[in-house]
Structure formats: C-alpha cells, structure tokens
C-alpha cells in the first residue's frame, strides 16, 4: 500500500535520510522508531507526499505518489488545527474535503460521530484554544478517521502529551483502528519505544542523522489488544525491545532497564 524506493533528501545545510526502503501492506501498522532530529517528519513527509524526495520512489497502491494522496488522512506532532474554528467545524472542514457531495448536515452527523467516538461528545463547540492538549489531539485523531481514510500516517502524535494523556490516547487509537470500518494501512512515526510495541505489526528503526537510513525490521507478533500493563512484564516485548534498542545505541541491552524514549 505504502512503497518507498531508495528515498533520500538533503537540506542546503546537512544530509538528512538517506536510501530509505520500506514496504507497507495492506491494513499492516507500522512504526519508524528513531532519535529526535534524525529526519522522521521529513520522512513521513515525503511518503504522504507533502514533500518532494531528492531521490528515489514513492508508491501509494502502486501508483507514483503526486502531492498528498486522496485516500490519506495525517495527524501531526502539534494538534495543527484552525484556531477559530470549534472542534465540530475542524472534523467538518475534513469531512467536507473528502465528501464534498454531502450535505452540511451529514458532513457535520459524520464529524460528530467522530467526536463522540473519541470522548468529545460535549466538547463540539470549543475551540481549540478552549481545550487541553489531550482533547486537541483527540480532535486530531477524530479528524484523520472522520474521513475514513485507506491510509493514516502519524507523525508523533502523543508526542506533546504528558505520559498518562499519552497512555489513553495510545489505547484508543488501537480501538479506532481495530474498530474502522475498512482496514486502514497506517505509518507511524515515534520515538517511544513502548508506544510502537503497543501499536504496531512491525516496528522499524530508524539509525541518528545525519544521513539516518531503516534498520532490519522487528515484527511484533503479540495478540492485540495489548495494553502497557499486560505488555510490561512480556518476554516477547521485552526481547522485541532490547532488539530494537540495540540496533538504535549499537549497545546490547540489560533487559532488567526498560528503555521508553530515545533522545540524541
Ligand atoms: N525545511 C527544512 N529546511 C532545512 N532544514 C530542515 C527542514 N526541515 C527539517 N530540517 C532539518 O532536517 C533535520 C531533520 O528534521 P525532521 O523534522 O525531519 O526531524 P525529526 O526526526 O522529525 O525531528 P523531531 O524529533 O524534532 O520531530 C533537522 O536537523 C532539521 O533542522
Ligand atoms: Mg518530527
């Protein structure tokens, strides 16, 4: 569904990712796991198509990708919703962008079930400015399943969020994918090493810039749902975990330390 071929990209002033190859299946959740500044929202960037490769291919359902593919839907580091508008009109606008034949009121009864399922239910006429971080992201999510997107990529999106925020979310994102009501293909990018357990089939590192590139990827074979508590004490995540980590630090990991985060 998602195909990077030998994608690299360089700014004026440093070498970012380079020779990235990548296959995601069908209805598969994958996760790149890397340092911060090692290049992950350029990367997943350049697979939504919002940006444009230096080198190599990009293929969504095997067609070369040209600017952000229709069926997709993104969710961002930092909520990126349009302040003056409520959280029923942010989902909405979405709605309306991919279901523009609606009509407002079934565009609007779309975005509303989207809110409800998210826990947003009597939140639909704040604003952002109005709601914490945690429901902004709720919005977020409600917003990127509203369209019942074929594809989600995600780029951090607990990532501004305090550890129990964090920790909801992540599960009810597993709830949403479990639960849409087509298989959704999704690329996740994270620097919590926990938080790509929890959520993915496969889990692939991304190495420290400059010139980061993929890693071998390390398939999760645990049965879903998963929760943290459950997962915590798992010889399967924590072999899964020391794996990825060793691959990330070049040091062979003590599996009594849970690692969560990597950080340069
Ligand atoms: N448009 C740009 N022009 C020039 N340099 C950029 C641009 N976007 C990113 N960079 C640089 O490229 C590197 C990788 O940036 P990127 O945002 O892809 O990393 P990241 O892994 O997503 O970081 P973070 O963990 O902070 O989200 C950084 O050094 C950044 O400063
Ligand atoms: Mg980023």
Redesign the pocket.
């Known amino acids: 569904m998602i195909e990077l071929r030998g994608v690299s990209k360089k700014?004026?002033?440093?070498d970012?990712?380079t020779d990235i190859n990548l296959r995601v299946e069908e209805g598969e959740f994958v996760s790149i796991l890397?340092?911060?500044?090692?290049?992950?929202?350029?990367?997943i960037?350049i697979a939504a198509g919002l940006r444009e490769a230096d080198s190599g291919e990009v293929l969504i359902d095997g067609k070369h990708i040209q600017g952000f593919a229709d069926e997709a839907s993104i969710v961002f580091?930092n909520y990126s919703l349009l302040p003056w508008f409520s959280a029923l009109e942010n989902v909405r606008l979405a709605v309306d962008s991919r279901f523009h034949d609606w009509p407002k009121e079934k565009q609007k009864k779309q975005a509303a079930k989207y809110l409800e399922l998210v826990g947003l239910g009597n939140a639909f006429d704040k604003t952002p400015k109005q709601l914490s971080g945690g429901m902004r992201q709720r919005v977020s999510i409600a917003r990127a399943f509203a369209t019942e997107p074929k594809i989600l990529f995600l780029?951090?999106p607990f990532?501004a969020l305090d550890a129990l925020t964090r920790a909801n979310l992540q599960t009810e994102l597993a709830r949403m994918c479990a639960s849409a009501e087509r298989p959704v293909t999704t690329l996740m990018?994270t620097?919590n090493v926990e938080e790509a357990i929890l959520l993915s089939d496969r889990i692939v590192p991304l190495s420290k810039?400059p010139r980061a590139t993929l890693g071998p990827s390390v398939t999760v074979g645990l049965a879903k749902p998963r929760t943290t508590q459950a997962l915590a004490h798992d010889p399967e995540f924590i072999r899964i975990q020391a794996e990825i980590v060793e691959f990330l630090t070049g040091i062979k990991q003590k599996t009594e330390q849970p690692v969560h985060e990597v950080n340069a």
């Open positions: 700014y004026p002033s440093r970012v990712i890397g340092y911060s500044g090692a290049g992950k929202t350029t990367l960037s580091q780029d951090e990532g990018i620097n810039a």
